[in-house]
DNA sequence: ATAAAATGTAAAACACTCTTGACATTTGTG
DNA sequence: CACAAATGTCAAGAGTGTTTTACATTTTAT
């Protein structure tokens, strides 16, 4: 699929006072999944973004904004 | 990541009066992909499940559910 | 200035998503 | 019933997402 996606993870994770080995523990994936999601070197599966914006609060597409 | 996701892809779809390969042609993949998304073979991508969910005028959250 | 904590990079292995093409089954209508 | 339309299945191959390990850089606090 390979569009560009913004995504607002490390804003969110930092209004929320988490280390990304917090978020990494609390949803089950790896550190470098997280480190990789936030500098953009690749989407996370549905499954994982579901779960990122439940724990911050918020949806799916307040997080992931599709380019243009 | 392997988790049970609900779809209701199927269901927004015949409200939406679309046959599966509409659903394609209008978001650009192949009809085989609606297909095993809709039967669960597998989830969307999170780019692909953003754009379902705006065809159907609805969320991601909406459209598919965590299991549990 | 130093040490510790947090963040970032790289690469290999593996699992998951998507495509293509060809064919089978089910559903709908005359 | 018969034919067409819609839906489903299978398999191979390309591309994407995740993990692990090990190490490098940046940030924070003392």
Redesign the pocket.
């Known amino acids: 699929?390979?569009i560009k996606m913004n995504n607002r993870i490390k804003e969110f994770r930092k209004k929320s006072d988490l280390?990304?080995?917090d978020v990494a523990n609390q949803l089950?994936?790896?550190?470098?999944?997280i480190?990789?999601?936030?500098?953009n070197k690749?989407?996370?599966?549905?499954?994982?973004a579901i779960k990122l914006a439940k724990l911050f609060n918020t949806d799916v597409e307040e997080l992931f904004q599709l380019e243009e």
Not at 35 to 39: D, G, M
Not at 42 to 48: C, H, I, Q, V, W
């Open positions: 699929m390979v280390r990304q080995e089950k994936v790896s550190r470098q999944t480190i990789a999601i936030e500098n690749y989407n996370p599966s549905l499954e994982l």
